[in-house]
Antibody
Framework: QVQLQESGPGLVKPSQTLTLTCTVSGGSVSSGSYCWTWIRQPAGKGLEWIGLICNSGTTNYNPSLKSRLTISLDTSNNQFSLSLSSVTAADTATYYC???????????????WGKGTTVTVSS | AIRLTQSPSSLSASVGDRVAITCRASPGISSALAWYQQKPGKAPSLLIYDASSLESGVPSRFSGSASGTDFTLTISSLQPEDFATYYCQQSNSYPLTFGGGTKVEIK
């Protein structure tokens, strides 16, 4: 059973870079037709897709974050990471990592989620 | 970006009720729609993918359907554990987008 676990700082100062890591257990980030995605949710609000990386190395980012965002894959540690630069209070949210699988269809869906990690941007 | 409009934003229902939540996509997205359930303090979990396919382990009282650009999640007989917030999400094109959510509360 694949499990995902987010890790990173709970508090980041404005203008700094936020780096989060998602560790995958029970499966490999480099095998199968999967992509690995990040989603965030401000307290009491809806879900926002941040971006993803597939195990082919292909990335796709939300245009609203693209200029500040890098998502990378670390196959040696079975992890993938998010780096978001120049953070502001608007980046305060719970951040989730998830696996995307195609279920033998033409599209990918988020079938396994981490529990989430809360990040606060404040001085 | 593709816009997903969910309705209603909230509803009150009783155990045993039949509940329907709608998600309208603009522009169209073929069948590339998923439904997720989120309970307070928890991560979302996948219920339905490809508009109408039931994820493994999800109770059969959950079903999804599509008609053009309108998608519906139906719970045939609401159970106590179903009180949660439900989100639709499109996978047709990037950026991936979510609907605004529907909170299902106890009447």
């Amino acid at each position: 059973q694949v499990q995902l676990q987010e890790s990173g700082p709970g508090l980041v100062k404005p203008s700094q870079t936020l780096t989060l890591t998602c560790t995958v257990s029970g499966g490999s980030v480099s095998s199968g037709s999967y992509c690995w995605t990040w989603i965030r949710q401000p307290a009491g609000k809806g879900l926002e897709w941040i971006g993803l990386i597939c195990n082919s190395g292909t990335t796709n980012y939300n245009p609203s974050l693209k200029s500040r965002l890098t998502i990378s894959l670390d196959t040696s540690n079975n992890q993938f990471s998010l780096s978001l630069s120049s953070v502001t209070a608007a980046d305060t949210a719970t951040y989730y990592c998830a696996r995307e699988y195609d279920f033998w269809t033409d599209y990918y869906y988020m079938d396994v989620w981490g529990k989430g990690t809360t990040v606060t941007v404040s001085s | 970006a593709i816009r997903l409009t969910q309705s209603p934003s909230s509803l009150s229902a009783s155990v045993g009720d039949r509940v329907a939540i709608t998600c309208r996509a603009s522009p169209g997205i073929s069948s590339a729609l998923a439904w997720y359930q989120q309970k307070p303090g928890k991560a979302p979990s996948l219920l339905i993918y490809d508009a109408s396919s039931l994820e493994s382990g999800v109770p059969s009282r959950f079903s999804g359907s599509a008609s053009g650009t309108d998608f519906t999640l139906t719970i045939s007989s609401l159970q106590p554990e179903d009180f949660a917030t439900y989100y639709c999400q499109q996978s047709n094109s990037y950026p991936l987008t979510f609907g605004g959510g529907t909170k299902v509360e106890i009447k």
